[in-house]
């Protein structure tokens, strides 16, 4: 129950409805000082009623109950029941607004409650928020994760087994399974499977095949030779038969007889930069193909040609490349070395299928920083592996070792630095190094080499010695070309750019006789038959061939073999055995010519001071 008090407002005479407990006082609450109070009034004792409740406690504690959507005083909680907390949502409704102008506060009729049913079924609900966070209460909510549904499987069977093992019932099973093992071997070996008779007869089907293709491609060359030869039997009689009877009449001069022309219709843009024949077949001979133009550096090819057959290569082998020099090895005749532009050697194996070199420098493996412009192969070394020597533009000579499935190389020398000389004669700051360009062994002396420069100069080396032997003041220009004679063994031959060919004696510093052809040389070639004859070509399409026996200052044959407006020669060759020269220029053709019998006359047996006293006078 509530004890009596008085509620004094000093409200200024206004008309106001004041909340008591849980009901509504409506009436004229006037000042303190219009009441009157009588004695009875002020002398009426009223009892206070102690209770649990703490008055210390705050009593405006504002809360938020889900279940009337709304905010309340929380000691109403405690106090009363929740029924009449929710007759108190007037005091935080918004709908309750004060009157001005002193009117009457009205009670808030049932239909404008939020908590109403009219306005349940009149409006909509709206979605719950959490008025803190202003977050969906759905996403506070937590969902049990999705149960998967696997399937089971069967257990494995299970047996319960005992028994006693010993030393007798193991040895007995070992037994037992190595009989079982033999028996099945038997049965295998009785009855092959059907893959296997299969797989037997692709086999079968191969062999049978290569065998058949081999015996076919050997059938169809020894045809096509034929055939070839029967096209060009003129010059198969020219070669074997043919002697020029106007030799006789015009002592000592001689000619040049035209045989066969080989050419390959892939190779017409590149030149002819190497010719080299085989010793152990006379009638094969490989030709390299690459271009001498910086500009036009490209792929090159590596062809071999027989007599046989001269309208298509016997084998080709593509580069990616330009080759510019190769040798074929004396004894192992399918061994083949080459240089490149790009400045690695490779080693060419015949016998094998492919068009992949079975060796092959690399950057790791000593590869040249510069063209490599000749290559030479050399007698086996002790542990009896080939090798061969390189000479590059980068002042290297280098010598490379076939050892199993590797290349190694060794450094032999470094060819000296040349200080660039000015206008008045004073050593310029930056050095020339000197790039070899030709490069021959000696035919009896085997450690003993020499190599021409592109400044001109001649240097005799060693091949287990880093120092230079001698140095000989050659030519003005490149020299293109040394040659050691093959029976004289002080004597070789250099040519060069300048027009010069220079025959040299090395225990002298200056040449022995000078012929100037009055044209750039590209190629001199000693004779294998007389030690006094030698061949070079020019640019300007011309042949020449002298026989210092008989002419030390004429050539006896200078004969126009190509039209100098078509094409331009490069190299030229004799054949081992055969009185034939071959000569390729740089359209990609190679001619081959006879010798007529004046030029090919083998000198009387001589000693070496008497020939060395003819070249003197």
Not at 576 to 586: E, K, L, Q, T
Request: charged share 25%.
């Amino acid at each position: 129950m509530y004890s009596r008090s008085l509620l004094y407002v000093m409200l200024q005479d206004e008309e106001k409805t004041v909340e008591i407990g849980g009901g509504h006082i409506k009436g004229l609450i006037k000042p303190p000082d219009q009441l009157k109070l009588t004695e009875a009034e002020l002398k009426e004792k009223i009892t206070r009623v102690l209770n649990t409740q703490n008055p210390h406690a705050p009593d405006n504690i504002v809360r938020w109950t889900f279940k009337v959507k709304m905010v309340y005083l929380a000691r109403f909680i405690n106090a009363k029941s929740l029924t009449e907390a929710t007759n108190l949502s007037c005091v935080f409704s918004p709908q309750t607004t004060p009157v001005e102008d002193g009117g009457e506060v009205e009670e808030a009729g049932e239909e404008d409650r939020p908590d109403s049913a009219a306005s349940k079924t009149d409006k909509k609900e709206p979605k719950i928020t959490n008025i803190f966070n202003s977050c969906d209460r759905a996403t506070q909510t937590l969902h049990n994760p999705p149960r998967e549904i696997n399937c089971q499987t069967e257990p494995p069977p299970r047996s319960s087994f005992s028994a006693s093992a010993n030393q007798w019932e193991i040895y007995d099973a070992y037994v037992q399974e190595l009989q079982k093992q033999e028996k099945n071997k038997e049965k295998q070996k009785a009855a092959p499977s059907e893959k296997d008779e299969k797989s037997q007869k692709k086999m079968m089907l191969m062999e049978t095949q290569d065998i058949d293709l081999n015996k076919v491609s050997k059938a169809a060359k020894v045809l096509e030779r034929m055939v070839n030869l029967n096209i060009f039997d003129e010059i198969a009689q020219d070669f074997a038969y043919y002697e020029d009877p106007a030799d006789e009449f015009k002592f000592p001069k001689g000619t040049l007889l035209p045989l066969w022309k080989v050419k390959y219709d892939q190779a017409k843009k590149l030149s002819v930069t190497a010719l080299c024949w085989n010793n152990k077949y006379p009638d094969l001979f490989g030709v390299g193909m690459g271009s001498y133009n910086f500009c036009k550096q490209g792929s090159g090819m590596l062809l071999f040609y027989t007599y046989k057959n001269c309208s298509f290569p016997e084998y080709i082998y593509p580069t990616s490349s330009g080759v510019l020099c190769l040798d074929i090895h004396e004894e192992r005749t399918y061994l083949v070395a080459v240089g490149f532009y790009d400045g690695s050697v490779a080693v060419y194996n015949l016998k094998t299928e492919g068009k992949e070199p079975i060796y092959k420098s690399t950057a790791k493996t000593g590869k040249h920083t510069a063209p490599v412009w000749q290559v030479c192969w050399q007698n086996d070394d002790m542990d009896s592996n080939h090798n061969f020597y390189s000479v590059s533009s980068d002042g290297r000579v280098v010598s490379w070792t076939l050892v199993k499935n590797e290349l190694v190389f060794t450094d032999i020398i470094r060819l000296p630095v040349i200080p660039a000389e000015t206008e008045e004669t004073e050593p310029a700051q930056t050095p020339l190094i000197a790039c070899g360009t030709s490069m021959d062994f000696h035919k009896q002396i085997d450690y003993l080499f020499l190599v021409g420069t592109q400044e001109g100069k001649i240097y005799k080396c060693k091949t287990y010695s880093s120092k230079i032997l001698e140095t000989y003041d050659a030519h003005h220009m490149r020299v293109d070309t040394v040659k050691w004679n093959h029976f004289h063994p002080k004597v070789f031959i250099s040519c060069s750019s300048d027009w010069t060919i220079k025959m040299w004696d090395y225990t002298i510093n200056t040449p022995v006789l000078t012929f100037d052809l009055k044209e750039p040389i590209g190629d001199i070639a000693w004779s294998p038959y007389s030690s006094t004859v030698f061949a070079a070509v020019t640019t300007d399409g011309n042949v020449h061939v002298f026989d210092l026996n008989i002419n030390k200052y004429e050539a006896l044959c200078q004969q126009l073999v190509v039209d100098k407006k078509k094409a331009k020669l490069t190299h030229i060759a004799f054949n081992p055995i055969h009185p034939i020269i071959i000569v390729g220029d740089d359209r990609g053709n190679v001619n081959s010519f006879k010798l007529s019998p004046n030029l090919r006359k083998k000198p009387k047996v001589r000693t070496l001071t008497s020939f060395h006293r003819s070249i003197s006078q």
